[in-house]
């Protein structure tokens, strides 16, 4: 089935390791973006990225690594985990939005549940 | 820059009666609204989204939502509720100047009681 794809569903870190958390979307979205959800705060926006080679900080980048080498791949790194970093984390990818295809809404992913101890 | 309330943490209703959920946007410029429902242990699902026209849209599940611009308000509505409809509710907000990216309120939890 068409959509976003996370990996891990879910991972146990421990403070000052690094990971990679995966994100790959093949529905030919030039929009991808990841998110942390953390109770009563809703969704904040980390590292976003308009096309192949194109990112930018979001709101809470600090900690955080992206690169989009491929259209369809937008992986986030985390440095050295803290646990300020548990979290769930969502990855969303979306049409440009005034395209033709668009309908200006982002499709999720189904998270990964980090925590970091 | 863009921001979102949403004015109720947690709704409580029961099965089959109505539901409003409240939410207030601000910015400086003009805005797109969207509602995105997350079930338990799922990601967000778009519900609904304004984007210019008619101020009543229509979503799916049988929700709807009214964009009033001079009280800066997107509120969530549906006349009769399910148990199947208890989940999380985002209101969200983007915008040309911002590229488009997406500011998130805090959600509000609709837990429906048979």
Redo the contacts between chains.
């Keep these: 089935n068409a959509g ?1 794809t996370q990996t891990p569903k879910f991972q146990v870190l421990k403070t000052g390791q690094s990971m990679t958390l995966q994100c790959a979307q093949d529905m030919n979205h030039e ?1 991808m ?1 990841w ?1 942390r959800q953390d109770p ?6 980390i590292h ?1 990225s ?1 096309g192949a080679g194109i990112t930018d900080q ?1 709101e809470v980048p600090n900690g955080y690594n992206v690169s989009r080498s491929t259209t369809e791949d937008f992986p986030l790194r985390l440095l050295s985990a803290a646990p300020s970093q548990t979290s769930v984390y ?1 990855c ?1 990818s ?1 049409y ?2 005034g395209s033709p295809e668009s ?4 499709t ?4 990964t549940r980090l925590t970091v101890v | 820059a863009q921001s ?1 309330t ?1 004015l109720d ?1 947690q709704v409580p209703v029961f099965e089959e009666a109505p539901v409003e959920l409240r939410c207030n946007y601000s910015s400086s410029v003009s805005v ?1 609204l ?1 509602w ?1 429902v997350q079930y338990p242990n ?5 519900l609904l ?1 304004y ?1 210019s026209g008619s101020t009543l849209v229509k979503g799916i599940n049988g929700f709807e939502a009214e964009f009033n611009k001079s009280q800066t308000s997107f509120h969530l509505r549906k006349p009769s509720v399910h148990i199947s409809d208890t989940a999380e509710y ?1 209101c969200a907000v ?1 915008s ?1 100047s911002n ?9 509000t939890t609709v837990t429906v009681r048979a």
């Design positions: 976003v929009y973006s998110y009563g705060m809703g969704l904040r926006l976003y308009v979001g969502f969303a979306s440009p939005p309908n200006y809404g982002y999720f992913g189904s998270g | 979102v949403q943490s797109y969207f995105y799922q990601g967000l699902q778009l989204k984007l985002f983007s040309f590229d488009y990216k997406l500011s998130f309120g805090a959600g």
